[in-house]
């Protein structure tokens, strides 16, 4: 009799047990957000000009979008090392609803500068040298560099005349260049004249 009583009593206990755990199955589940066509979340990417750079970007992180970039909207070929000193200038794509797999670019200048009228950086890069020389005047001497083929030979010479190294390219620009734009390069040395962006060219 005493062992009818404890089967019983087992029975009942791994019965309750079912019963929970098919209850915890039936548990509303989390929805997933919505979908745009071809399987993509979407999400609202904010209006992030005006907010400093690594602010926008977490604040980009964290609406849903994960593929990031920057660039120098003054068109010098500059790096953002530090997020902190540079602020947002203009953003690519515009604020709205988007596919959260879309590329989020910042066009940025350092904190102490005016963010131009338009980015600059398609006007300021010039396309891939070739066998033809670019026309540098204007432009950083980082920019024109990446511009040649890296077997050319390229000497930068301090155009004030004070003899100073041109050691950080992207803050200075381009004065006089040898050859002229136009010019057939066919492995021939290229010789730049550039002074500070902040000094005039003499």
């Known amino acids: 009799?005493?062992?009818?009583?404890?089967?019983?009593?087992?029975?009942?206990?791994?019965?309750?047990?079912?019963?929970?755990?098919?209850?915890?199955?039936?548990?509303?589940?989390?929805?997933?957000?919505?979908?745009?066509?071809?399987?993509?979340?979407?999400?609202?990417?904010?209006?992030?000009?005006?907010?400093?750079?690594?602010?926008?970007?977490?604040?980009?992180?964290?609406?849903?979008?994960?593929?990031?970039?920057?660039?120098?909207?003054l068109g010098r070929g500059r790096t953002q090392a530090f997020d902190r000193n540079w602020k947002v200038c203009s953003q690519t794509p515009a604020p709205g609803t988007r596919q959260t797999n879309t590329k989020v670019d910042f066009g940025a200048v350092k904190l102490t500068e005016d963010c131009p009228a338009k980015d600059e950086s398609g006007e300021r890069e010039p396309t891939k040298a070739g066998g033809t020389m670019p026309a540098f005047t204007g432009k950083s001497v980082k920019v024109a560099r990446e511009a040649l083929d890296r077997s050319t030979s390229l000497t930068v010479k301090d155009a004030s005349g004070s003899g100073r190294m041109v050691l950080v390219e992207s803050n200075w620009q381009v004065c006089a260049q040898d050859p002229a734009a136009g010019a057939k390069l066919d492995g021939r040395p290229v010789r730049l004249e550039a002074v500070k962006f902040s000094e005039g060219c003499p």
């Open 1 to 73: 009799m005493r062992t009818r009583s404890v089967l019983t009593f087992l029975a009942a206990a791994a019965l309750l047990t079912l019963t929970a755990c098919e209850g915890a199955d039936t548990a509303a589940k989390p929805t997933k957000p919505a979908q745009a066509k071809g399987g993509s979340d979407t999400a609202v990417l904010p209006d992030l000009v005006g907010k400093g750079l690594q602010s926008a970007q977490d604040q980009t992180q964290a609406a849903g979008f994960r593929r990031l970039a920057s660039h120098d909207a």
